[in-house]
């Protein structure tokens, strides 16, 4: 892959707080093989990769073959397992949300390819996805029959919903503590 700049962040994301110590370097595996920097703020902790890619070019780091074939048929030894995991985790989630509200309209932001938002669906829900990964999105309208929007801003303001939900989003999003501010109203995440 060709080398993009990356961006370097002067402040943390979370408290705005200007005084970093150097944490671990690491290598993203899964896709770019490229080493990273992470970066804890001495204020409140928080560890963040810094510098980073700047939000032009992150795409290509989510463009791995495995992320999108988890979804298909079992394959490897490693594809079961994770399929196993998955089965556990999607039946936790529901637990999770019918203790609140066994059924209703629910929003999941950042929904991938929607086997969440299929199994609930699957069990009496009205559901409907924020997913800005085209290749994601595609394969939950396909293989699911769903409505996924690309980003927030295309879920109607009059909309409303019962839950919302953003498993495994907020750790990727470049500024986490401006979407709650968002027309949605976020109460978990
Ligand atoms: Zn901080």
């Keep these: 892959m060709e080398h993009t700049p990356l ?3 002067t402040t943390c994301p979370i408290c705005g707080g200007n005084e970093r110590a150097p944490s671990l370097t690491v290598e993203d595996r899964s896709v770019s093989r490229e080493a990273f920097q992470l970066t804890d703020c001495r204020a409140c902790g928080f560890r ?28 490897s030894l490693q594809d079961r397992i994770y399929q196993l995991a998955r089965k556990w985790a999607l039946g936790s989630k529901h ?8 059924n209703g309209r629910v929003l999941d932001v950042g929904c991938g390819t ?3 938002l299929a199994y609930l669906k699957s069990r009496g829900y009205l559901v ?15 293989n699911h029959a769903l409505e996924v929007v690309p980003n927030l801003e295309m879920v109607a303001h009059q909309e409303r919903f019962k839950v919302v939900t953003l ?15 968002e027309p949605v109203r976020v109460a978990r995440g």
Excluded at 48 to 75: E, K, V
Excluded at 167 to 180: K, N, T
């Design 167 to 181: 498993w495994h989003v907020l750790e990727h999003l470049p500024d986490p503590r401006a979407h709650p501010q």
């Design 48 to 75: 963040f990769t810094n510098p980073r890619p700047p939000q032009a070019d992150i795409g290509r780091y989510y463009q791995s073959a495995d992320y999108i074939s988890h979804t298909n048929a079992a394959a």
């Design 114 to 116: 929607g086997e969440f």
């Design 95 to 102: 637990r999770l949300i019918r203790r609140y509200q066994p």
């Design 128 to 142: 409907h996805g924020v997913e800005p990964s085209i290749k994601a999105r595609e394969q939950a309208i396909a």
């Design 7 to 9: 961006e370097t962040l």
